[in-house]
Protein backbone atom coordinates (compact mmCIF):
# COMPACT_ATOMS: atom_id res chain seq x y z
CA UNK A 1 0.00 0.00 0.00
CA UNK A 2 1.27 3.19 -1.51
CA UNK A 3 1.36 5.86 2.11
CA UNK A 4 2.21 9.82 2.13
CA UNK A 5 2.63 10.76 5.58
CA UNK A 6 3.44 14.31 6.60
CA UNK A 7 4.84 15.92 9.24
CA UNK A 8 6.61 19.40 10.41
CA UNK A 9 3.28 21.19 10.77
CA UNK A 10 2.20 23.51 14.12
CA UNK A 11 1.78 26.73 15.30
CA UNK A 12 3.79 30.24 14.43
CA UNK A 13 3.75 33.43 14.78
CA UNK A 14 3.61 35.85 12.39
CA UNK A 15 7.04 36.30 10.46
CA UNK A 16 8.01 33.05 11.63
CA UNK A 17 9.20 29.44 10.11
CA UNK A 18 8.23 25.78 9.71
CA UNK A 19 9.57 22.82 7.35
CA UNK A 20 7.26 20.43 6.30
CA UNK A 21 8.24 17.06 5.21
CA UNK A 22 6.55 14.07 2.81
CA UNK A 23 7.40 10.56 2.25
CA UNK A 24 6.11 8.53 0.25
CA UNK A 25 6.33 4.77 1.35
CA UNK A 26 5.27 1.29 -0.13
CA UNK A 27 5.73 0.17 -3.27
CA UNK A 28 6.17 2.77 -5.86
CA UNK A 29 7.55 2.25 -9.65
CA UNK A 30 7.88 6.22 -10.66
CA UNK A 31 6.70 9.13 -9.08
CA UNK A 32 5.79 11.98 -11.92
CA UNK A 33 4.82 15.10 -9.86
CA UNK A 34 4.76 15.47 -5.99
CA UNK A 35 4.15 18.65 -4.18
CA UNK A 36 2.07 20.56 -1.44
CA UNK A 37 -1.75 22.11 -1.61
CA UNK A 38 -3.63 23.53 1.49
CA UNK A 39 -6.92 24.21 2.06
CA UNK A 40 -8.45 26.37 4.43
CA UNK A 41 -11.55 27.02 6.35
CA UNK A 42 -14.21 27.69 4.01
CA UNK A 43 -12.03 27.60 1.09
CA UNK A 44 -11.02 25.39 -1.83
CA UNK A 45 -8.17 23.16 -1.83
CA UNK A 46 -5.22 25.14 -3.94
CA UNK A 47 -1.94 24.19 -5.13
CA UNK A 48 1.31 25.64 -2.88
CA UNK A 49 3.83 24.54 -4.49
CA UNK A 50 4.76 21.14 -6.77
CA UNK A 51 7.53 19.23 -9.03
CA UNK A 52 6.20 18.92 -12.22
CA UNK A 53 6.57 16.14 -13.95
CA UNK A 54 9.36 17.11 -16.08
CA UNK A 55 11.49 18.51 -12.89
CA UNK A 56 10.23 21.95 -12.69
CA UNK A 57 8.70 23.74 -9.70
CA UNK A 58 5.26 25.43 -9.34
CA UNK A 59 4.22 27.63 -6.98
CA UNK A 60 1.23 29.61 -6.04
CA UNK A 61 2.20 33.52 -6.51
CA UNK A 62 1.00 33.58 -2.95
CA UNK A 63 3.63 31.97 -1.69
CA UNK A 64 6.10 33.09 -3.62
CA UNK A 65 9.82 34.40 -2.21
CA UNK A 66 8.83 33.34 0.71
CA UNK A 67 8.01 28.85 0.36
CA UNK A 68 10.66 26.82 -1.24
CA UNK A 69 10.00 23.09 -2.61
CA UNK A 70 12.85 20.76 -1.94
CA UNK A 71 13.09 17.37 -2.72
CA UNK A 72 15.04 14.01 -1.97
CA UNK A 73 14.67 11.43 -4.74
CA UNK A 74 16.17 8.51 -3.10
CA UNK A 75 13.97 8.75 -0.18
CA UNK A 76 10.59 9.59 -2.00
CA UNK A 77 10.42 13.04 -0.08
CA UNK A 78 9.49 16.13 -0.58
CA UNK A 79 9.74 19.38 1.61
CA UNK A 80 8.32 22.69 2.01
CA UNK A 81 10.64 25.05 3.83
CA UNK A 82 7.48 27.97 4.78
CA UNK A 83 9.27 31.40 5.58
CA UNK A 84 7.95 35.09 6.92
CA UNK A 85 4.74 32.96 7.28
CA UNK A 86 1.60 35.38 7.50
CA UNK A 87 -1.95 34.37 8.86
CA UNK A 88 -2.89 34.07 5.81
CA UNK A 89 -0.93 31.11 5.82
CA UNK A 90 -3.35 29.28 7.90
CA UNK A 91 -4.71 25.97 6.82
CA UNK A 92 -4.02 22.08 6.17
CA UNK A 93 -1.48 21.41 3.86
CA UNK A 94 -1.38 18.17 1.84
CA UNK A 95 1.03 16.11 0.24
CA UNK A 96 0.20 15.00 -3.06
CA UNK A 97 1.54 12.80 -5.39
CA UNK A 98 1.08 11.49 -9.03
CA UNK A 99 2.80 8.31 -8.98
CA UNK A 100 2.80 4.61 -10.41
CA UNK A 101 2.32 1.72 -7.99
CA UNK A 102 3.79 -1.40 -7.69
CA UNK A 103 1.47 -3.98 -10.35
CA UNK A 104 -0.26 -0.91 -11.44
CA UNK A 105 -0.11 0.24 -15.36
CA UNK A 106 -0.73 3.89 -14.87
CA UNK A 107 0.23 6.08 -12.67
CA UNK A 108 -2.98 8.07 -10.40
CA UNK A 109 -3.18 11.02 -7.87
CA UNK A 110 -2.27 9.88 -3.60
CA UNK A 111 -2.89 12.34 -0.84
CA UNK A 112 -1.30 12.90 2.81
CA UNK A 113 -3.81 12.69 5.18
CA UNK A 114 -2.88 16.57 6.22
CA UNK A 115 -0.98 18.37 8.77
CA UNK A 116 -2.61 21.85 10.00
CA UNK A 117 -0.63 24.62 10.16
CA UNK A 118 -1.94 27.45 11.99
CA UNK A 119 -0.22 31.15 11.55
CA UNK A 120 -0.88 33.35 14.56
CA UNK A 121 -0.20 36.57 17.54
Known amino acids: QVQLVESGGGFVQPGGSLRLSCAAS????????MGWYRQAPGKQRELVAT???????NYADAVKGRFAISRDNPKNTVYLQMNSLKPEDTAVYYC???????????????WGQGTQVTVSS
Open 51 to 57: FTSGGDT
Open 96 to 110: NANLRPGGAWLARNF
Open 26 to 33: GSILSINA
